[in-house]
């Protein structure tokens, strides 16, 4: 799959991961019924940091990432983002929401809306922008993304590979401080990946603090200055991409490796 | 030179054929005819049956219509006028019987000098409904939408015009106390007080404030019993006021049955069985007469308003479910993707959720309403005088004494066109909000 990712260098220089914590999750467990998804996640997550995590499905990786903006509740544990603790206060979580964004498997694009008013909705009801401020900002961030052409149409209306692109802008719109990723190339073409994961590089040069569940090993190795491996709703194994992919330490890190990159 | 190339296996077209008419039975008409009536023997032999049934039937019904008589005031002098023409008392129509009695089966018996107030209360109903409808109508005129159901009220029932402006002050107060106590004290503490005050407002203001601006300066017209209201008026009242009433309070019904809040959710739920587990009849006769044994004696409540509130009621339990199922076709993506982005529940419902559930939910809604509209004649059986009621009023005098058809017939089609126009409706507004493949 790596070869999919584009081959220019990257400049890495830009990537300065600062000292600031951007995310810092203490001893979490969270539990569906009586089964333990995740089980003591300790994650320290600094400004400007770029994490893969992977591991095989079912291991708990996009439960991990939903619980950052409280799609999903933990029961044990403390998550605190941007020095806002995640409780059942609604506030809390709607100002936590409204600085992280996500971009999902699926788009979840809203299909009753054309693509520039996908993107000026939260910026409108949420953040209060004017219209057209609002209007300028989508129109910034869809040149971004490279399809300022496709504002007035409907979602339907694009391939997979643009829907994923129109939903990475429409959570820019909101100047998110961390962005999240659930696998989202995981429902794309193989042409369509690489338009989508060159997007994820921009982004990354620009210094967007992200986590990104992917099974891409190639943007892993590309942009990630940091590799997360689980199983089993735990931490496996974590390191820096090159000793990750290169040396991995646990038995479980390399058949799981051994098996992604076999082929 | 052609000929030579074709009786060899190499072959070279010289020239280019001309395009050619396809053979008669392969395009237009015939094709059609062709095809769809004669496209083997079983088709042959249906094509003649149902060509026999259809002639069979219009054969009685052509003349019948044909010879309809229009102008007599009797059902005995429509027979003569038959019998003149050499006809039998069942060789032509006799919708005389509509004309003589139009406007009591349009009005019941609204005093008849003011039979052009129901007329300008149904344009302004038409002029208030119309931005609802279309989109495409400015949109500062749904300003003008909220203000119809007042002066409708007021042109239909007369009195003074201070009570339904006082009584559309009390939904301002609401609103107001929605926004400032909302702000000052929480969403929760304004949602109730936007309830509350209101009711309060209704219940102990509205009455000296009406008194005392009528009798400053009185904006009076002649007052109108409901008892004098009836025929289509009627219907049109019931029908439209259940529509218009059910639509809010079946998609909040339908929220809370979704609600993971215990009560709200709990008592959604009750309401939605026990409104739709017994027959609407039943629920008519507990407005006639079972709640004047509730409501405390000499409460004047008006019986018309107790069958709207029991339509509405009644309609509502069915559009929450429709809704419902709108609300679960939605994938869960789209509930999660308008959290992620910080939107709350009121705003993902209003911006994210209820639009397009209500889409894929249009025409169970409409199917909902249609039946709605069709289930006010059932007021029959309570004693008013809809338009069922008043044909049997008319058929009791001695000059209808026996005429059947021409007013069911007319009955019947003036509910198909309001039903039928409410169904052309749903399919305008879901082609207008396809969105997938355009």
Sequence with gaps: ??????????????????????IQITDMNKWYGAFHVLRDINLTVYRGERIVICGPSGSGKSTLIRCINRLEEHQAGQIVVDGTELSSDLKNIDKIRSEVGMCFQHFNLFPHLTILENCTLAPLWVRKTPKKEAEEIAMHYLEKVKIPEQADKYPGQLSGGQQQRVAIARSLCMRPRIMLFDEPTSALDPEMIKEVLDTMIELAEEGMTMLCVTHEMGFARQVANRVIFMDQGQIVEQNEPEEFFNNPQSDRTKLFLSQILGH | MSETHAETTRFVRTEMLAEQEPPITEKGIVKWIRENLFSGWLNVILTVLSLFVIYWVLAALVPWLANSVWTTGSLAECREVLAEKGLNSHGGACFSVITERWPQLIFGFYPPELYWRPIVAFVIFLLGIAPVLFQ????????????????VYWMIWGGSLW??????????????????????????????????LPILFWLFLTGPIVAGLSGAIPLEITKVESNDIGGFMLALIIGIS???????????LALGRQSHLFIINKVSVAFIEVIRGVPLIVWLFTASLLLNYFLPPGTNFDLMLRVIIMVTLFASAYIAEVVRGGLAALPKGQYEAADALGLDYAKSMRLIILPQALKISIPGIVNTFIGLFKDTTLVVFIGLLDPIGLSNAIRATTEWNGIYWELFIFIGLMF???????????????????????
């Design chain 1, 1 to 22: 799959m790596s070869e999919l990712v584009t081959e220019r260098e990257i400049d890495r220089s830009h990537m300065q991961v600062s000292d600031e914590v951007a």
């Design chain 2, 416 to 438: 198909f066109i309001f039903c039928y126009s409410m169904s052309r409706y749903s399919i305008f507004l879901e082609k207008k909000l396809q969105r997938e493949h355009r």
């Design chain 2, 242 to 252: 259940g529509i218009i009433l059910s639509l809010p309070l079946g998609i909040l």
């Design chain 2, 136 to 151: 495409s109508m400015p949109r500062q005129a749904l300003w003008g939408s909220l203000a119809a159901p007042f002066l």
């Design chain 2, 163 to 196: 009570g339904p402006i006082i009584t559309a002050a009390g939904f301002g107060v609401g609103a107001l106390a929605f926004v400032f106590i909302g702000k000052a004290a929480g969403n929760i503490l304004g949602t109730i007080s936007a309830i509350l």
